[in-house]
């Protein structure tokens, strides 16, 4: 287990010790975007916060719903295609397919279960959560700006809990000033890119003229040109 990872499991038992969905589901959210850190790391394998999370999601979710998963019948038909493309998977089946595969129907069933939390979480919880996981994103990613060109050193801080999995990300690979790429949690600018973008629009078009609002479109639409 990771130094990050420690911290991970603590905080994910501190989610579970709270009442309300609002503390799983940003934990969820926020792992979502730690694309850089492993909370196991087992040789040159590692596993991320997303899938340990999604599990601990799915079991919050399904004792908090008194075991009663959200069937609906668009669950259903997504199921069935995504066990249609997989087939030529489980055909050359191996240990490393296997574990991929294995998270991946982790994945799927927690996108499933998200579509029950409407009826846990106000559209307010829901701004205050993505409000909350966008400043995350947008701060690290003016550090991890400064210190990919080479501005400010490569801090022990973001090494161990941001950027913990080497191997994966472009945060090792540049130090120049001539390197202005934002990507902050993420592995690389491409996979940022559609976060923001999203972030961006899902704040602009909530129609609130709040100072925190404006400031947040401001700063991801910085962000969206780096």
């Known amino acids: 287990m990771t130094v990050f990872g420690i911290f991970w499991i603590i905080y994910l038992f501190y ?25 196991f790391q087992f040789g040159s394998i590692g596993i991320g ?39 030529p998977i489980f055909i050359s089946l191996n240990d490393q397919n296997g574990i991929r595969i294995l998270m991946l129907l982790f994945y799927i069933i927690c996108s499933m279960v998200v579509v029950g939390v409407a009826k846990y979480l ?3 919880e829901l701004y205050e959560i993505l409000y909350k996981v966008s400043m995350i994103v947008l701060v690290i990613g003016f550090f991890q700006i400064l210190m990919t060109m080479g501005v ?7 090494k161990n809990f941001i950027y913990n999995d080497v191997s994966s990300s ?21 996979y ?35």
Not at 170 to 180: E, L, P, V
Not at 204 to 219: A, L
């Open 152 to 158: 400010i050193p490569k801090l022990w801080l973001f």
């Open 49 to 87: 916060p997303q899938i340990i999370t999604s599990i601990f999601f799915i079991a919050y979710y399904l004792f908090k719903n008194q075991f009663k998963f959200p069937i609906q019948k668009e669950n259903g038909l997504q199921l069935i295609g995504l066990l249609l493309l997989l087939l």
């Open 15 to 39: 989610c579970l010790s709270k009442k309300g969905m609002y503390h799983m589901f940003f934990a969820l959210s926020l792992s979502m975007v730690l694309q850089c850190d492993n909370v």
């Open 170 to 190: 472009q945060f090792y690979i540049f130090n120049s000033f001539s390197y202005i790429r934002f990507f902050s949690t993420f592995r690389e600018p491409s």
């Open 122 to 124: 106000t559209y307010d």
């Open 192 to 226: 940022c890119a559609p976060f923001i973008i999203a972030m961006f629009f899902f704040f602009f078009e909530s129609g609130r003229k709040t100072r925190e609002n404006v400031r947040i479109c401001i700063m991801l639409f910085l962000a969206i040109i780096l």
